[in-house]
T-cell receptor, first 112, second 113 residues
Framework: GDSVTQMEGPVTLSEEAFLTINCTYT??????LFWYVQYPGEGLQLLLK?????DKGSNKGFEATYRKETTSFHLEKGSVQVSDSAVYFC???????????FGKGNQVVVIP | DAGVIQSPRHEVTEMGQEVTLRCKPI?????LFWYRQTMMRGLELLIY????????DSGMPEDRFSAKMPNASFSTLKIQPSEPRDSAVYFC???????????FGPGTRLLVL
């Protein structure tokens, strides 16, 4: 089935640094792509999404562009804050199995 | 809307006991999903329903787990008997359509001693 792959390991960076979290996908057809965020002790929340190639999703200073040619949907933020510390999940809409396929998630820790 | 509601938020039980987790999806959402999250295995889809009918339960770990959705506003996930390896955070999510955004509840933190 369709799947997503996120870069391994936690990400630790200083406040105001640039954040990139890589996400690549494998899919038949043209799935919708999502980034979800999970703050400590909470459920997952939609951060942004893109439904077709070259679409850019954005929210709270985060951006991700649906790149069909590289099958990627990397998440970026130009200047992170301590409040951005959370776990970030990439996901795609797996039409074949009628579900969202989630990546393993990346823990992001922003230090003051 | 209040969002997806789950209860209880925390559950501590002893091995062998029955555990029932509850979920109220967002009104009007046709899809309901049950997930389990652990450090070792990440986020796993257990089962999902469409219009109260179970569509795919291939993620349910074993016969000790069962899920029901008696009506559009309520679902349960039951573990009987519970085991320590069932300790995890269990999330319920709902969506308007299978490809649409899923809205997650706050989760139930289950600890089986």
């Amino acid at each position: 089935g369709d799947s997503v792959t996120q870069m391994e390991g936690p990400v630790t960076l200083s406040e105001e640094a640039f954040l990139t979290i890589n996400c690549t996908y494998t899919a038949t057809g043209y799935p919708s792509l999502f980034w979800y965020v999970q703050y400590p002790g909470e459920g997952l929340q939609l951060l942004l999404k893109a439904t077709k190639a070259d679409d850019k999703g954005s929210n709270k200073g985060f951006e991700a562009t649906y790149r069909k040619e590289t099958t990627s949907f990397h998440l970026e933020k130009g200047s992170v804050q301590v409040s951005d510390s959370a776990v970030y999940f990439c996901a795609l809409g797996d039409r074949g199995n009628n579900r969202l396929a989630f990546g393993k998630g990346n823990q992001v820790v922003v230090i003051p | 809307d209040a969002g997806v509601i789950q209860s209880p938020r925390h559950e501590v039980t002893e091995m062998g006991q029955e555990v029932t987790l509850r979920c109220k999806p967002i009104s009007g959402h046709d899809y309901l999903f049950w997930y389990r999250q652990t450090m070792m295995r990440g986020l796993e889809l257990l089962i999902y329903f469409n219009n109260n009918v179970p569509i795919d339960d291939s993620g349910m770990p074993e016969d000790r787990f069962s899920a029901k959705m008696p009506n559009a506003s309520f679902s349960t996930l039951k573990i009987q008997p519970s085991e320590p390896r069932d300790s995890a955070v269990y999330f319920c999510a709902s969506s308007l359509d299978r490809e649409e955004t899923q809205y997650f509840g706050p989760g139930t933190r289950l600890l089986v001693l």
